[in-house]
């Protein structure tokens, strides 16, 4: 097999495929990427097993059709420092050649028929969302799910389609995000995403998209992009119960003062008590030395008694930094109990700290 194309083109593919390799062990086949010709068009792929994308290009030219593999990250580096002009990929024998003028590269290659298949779509039910939509709201969520946790199905985000709307839901235990995406479904079901593929999905997407799924697997897929995830098995918390059935209190806040407030005190300190009065919010470190920080806003509450919270500021900036609007709502019932912040489809549930 022998292409040619630009550096910038072949360098964007190779830099999208990066989080999909084997990065510990670069005796494995999913430590390479796979190149293949497809009639006009170039395929190339890479996964670890649990994830995968394969990118289709015909801005790669093939002047003889064939497979081959090569180490990704290692053929990464070689195109990173060569000019921006055209580079030549040729197999010879168990060897990758590449080159540019003057240069040459060689790279050992594993036998491309060996490469791990990805799952296909026959068989596979279709998820019916807008995708647009989808992707938008997993990105509002994204920041509270946990990653390391030994309760493997808390490492994911929950997509729950029921038949009035889906919930997307996250969560790291000290915190609870739900997206709500309005619209009737005509089955329901519900699947856990890893958290590595939820990212990856907002970098990839940004137009419409196929879903496909079945027990171990999520497909997508458009013209250029055909990505895998397997998914977590087990069984994600039932988030309703945490939802505070009522609630006592409830302020509209400024989205702008609120942040420049918060980010005041974290030089200090990332927990925040906040007190609010009538007329005036206040916010105070909470930091076990002498050094303190204070600041204020100005705004009429409309509570009669004053109510003091403490909290962790990273949780709110993440819900604040996923919204439009210039202002968003705070209900809360005790300072001991989980206070909710929200904005139309969007709300995150946290848990304050109690001394």
Do not use: W
């Amino acid at each position: 097999m022998k292409i040619r194309t630009q550096k910038q083109i072949i360098e964007s593919i190779l830099i999208n495929l990066q989080p999909f390799l084997e990065k510990k062990d670069a005796s494995q086949i999913t430590s390479h990427i796979l190149f293949q010709s497809m009639g006009d068009k170039c395929i190339v792929k890479a996964t670890d097993n649990e994830i995968g994308l394969s990118v289709t290009t015909e801005h790669i030219l093939i002047e003889s059709e064939g497979s081959f593999t090569a180490n990704g990250k290692k053929l990464l580096d070689i195109i990173r420092i060569l000019k921006d002009d055209e580079i030549v990929l040729e197999l010879f024998d168990d060897t990758l050649v590449i080159k540019q003028k003057h240069s040459k590269f060689k790279l050992p290659t594993f036998d491309p028929t060996v490469y791990p298949s990805f799952p296909g779509t026959e068989e596979k039910g279709k998820i019916s969302l807008d995708s647009l939509s989808l992707i938008q709201n997993l990105k509002k969520i994204s920041p509270a799910i946990d990653t390391n946790n030994p309760k493997f199905e808390l490492n994911g985000a929950l997509i729950n389609i029921k038949e009035d709307a889906t919930d997307l839901v996250g969560t790291d235990t000290r915190r609870l995000a739900i997206a709500t995406i309005a619209g009737n479904n005509a089955q329901t079901l519900s699947l856990i995403v890893p958290k590595k593929a939820i990212l990856e999905i907002q970098k990839l997407f940004l137009d419409q998209i196929d879903i496909f799924f079945d027990e171990t697997n999520l497909i997508i897929a458009n013209e250029n992009y055909y990505f895998f995830t397997r998914l977590i098995n087990g069984k994600f918390p039932d988030y309703q119960r945490i939802i505070p059935s009522s609630v006592k209190h409830s302020v509209v806040l400024p989205k702008k003062e609120m942040i420049d407030a918060i980010k005041m005190i974290t030089t200090i300190s990332q927990e925040i008590k906040m007190t609010l009065l009538s007329d005036v919010i206040i916010f105070n470190s909470l930091s076990a030395d002498n050094v303190e920080a204070k600041t204020e806003i100005e705004l009429s509450t409309g509570l009669s008694e004053k109510f003091e919270i403490s909290f962790n500021s990273r949780y709110i900036l993440d819900f604040i930094s996923q919204i439009d609007k210039s202002e968003f709502l705070m209900e809360f019932n005790e300072s001991t109990l989980p206070f909710i912040v929200k904005d139309d489809n969007f709300i995150t549930i946290i848990m304050p700290i109690v001394a």
